[in-house]
């Protein structure tokens, strides 16, 4: 099997090659680990570090790790997310002297919480997962809450009554996110119709564009993406069409404003970073899941673009209050009907 390392991260020359040892005798003493040793720090990205979505994002929060604290870093991206190629590529990662080891997204919980019990003496995490053990912890930002925002502004600036919400894998935050954008939907009007789409792929550009061609098609005018590099196809079409797009994960507003009327940011770079630090300070959560919410809007939070009515944008900050000060309620299951990938 052929690992690829991003030509990127390689012309940063940040981190070693997977296939060089972790270095231990030169770490500055910020970046110790909580027993005086050197923390090297191995992270597993199930996807492309250049996506420019989740993968991306929780690769800033290890080089932020990596600058900021002193650790020694190397990471594995562009694995499938199939369960025994992660388990696979977490064994290396433990076996290659890693004092803690990341996987980033929750399609890693059952092979992080397999490897972590044969390896006692590494700290194993999960970002945006649900496992605990007793060496293994997970870090969930809420990006639930930033979709259900989403969700509230769809249903107050669609022209046409329907909306759309596309992802690729069925992983539990994209569960949950698309839980959260179809309830703050039917909260603010039930009478806006949701179509909602897992097509199976995060990555494929294509797939995404007929995706959304095919919900345009049915009326949609505002579309939620939950998407990595794939999200591409989307805009392309949400431009061909005149569609806006809500995006995630980071602020798109900001990157094409024309198209992105809103992003329910969620910055999953911060559960990795604080996951370093915390084995860095000796504060390890082991066996805990440790949430990151609205009540921190550094953290979690809707951006809207200029053109949103200054209505809608107070409507949008009294639910985001209601939400941080639990006086609204975000669900996490949704059982309606789903959009059929076209062919």
């Not at 370093?276 to 805990?288: I, K, M, N, Y």
């Amino acid at each position: 099997m052929t690992h690829t390392l991003s030509r990127r991260r390689m012309a940063l020359g940040t981190a070693a090659l997977l296939a060089t040892p972790f270095l231990t005798g030169c770490a500055a003493q910020r970046g110790l680990g909580g027993d005086g040793r050197a923390l090297s720090v191995g992270a597993l990205f199930a996807g492309k570090v250049d996506d420019r979505g989740f993968m991306e994002s929780g690769w800033r929060g290890l080089e932020r790790a990596r600058t900021e604290l002193g650790v020694q870093t190397r990471f594995i991206d562009n694995i499938q997310p199939r369960k025994e190629l992660l388990a696979a590529e977490l064994t290396r990662l433990a076996s290659g002297g890693a004092g803690l080891v990341i996987a980033h997204g929750g399609q890693n919980n059952e092979a992080c919480a397999e490897v972590a019990a044969r390896f006692p003496d590494t700290k194993f995490v999960v970002t945006q997962g649900a496992v605990t053990g007793a060496n293994l912890a997970s870090y969930d930002v809420l990006q639930e809450e930033s979709a259900y925002l989403g969700g509230v502004l769809a249903a107050l600036t669609t022209r046409t009554g329907v909306v759309g919400h596309m992802s690729g894998i069925r992983v539990r935050p994209g569960l949950k996110g698309r839980a959260a954008y179809v309830a703050g939907v039917r909260a603010t009007d039930p009478k806006v119709r949701v179509l909602t789409n897992f097509s199976g792929h995060q990555d494929d550009n294509a797939l995404s564009k007929r995706v959304a061609l095919a919900q345009m098609a049915q009326g949609a005018d505002v579309i939620f993406t939950m998407l990595n590099a794939g999200r591409d196809g989307v805009t392309q079409a949400c431009r061909e069409k005149g569609t806006r797009q809500i995006g995630n994960v980071i602020d798109w507003v900001t990157v094409d404003p024309s198209v992105f009327v809103a992003s329910a940011v969620a910055d999953v770079s911060i559960g990795v970073y604080q996951a370093v630090r915390d084995v860095r300070a000796g504060t390890f959560p082991a066996g805990q899941v440790r949430k990151v919410g609205l009540a921190d809007p550094q953290a979690v939070r809707l951006t809207m673009a200029a053109d949103v009515p200054a209505a809608v944008k107070a409507r949008i900050e009294q639910v985001a209050d209601d939400i941080a000060k639990g006086r609204r309620h975000v669900p996490e299951a949704y059982d309606g009907p789903e959009f059929a990938t076209p062919a």
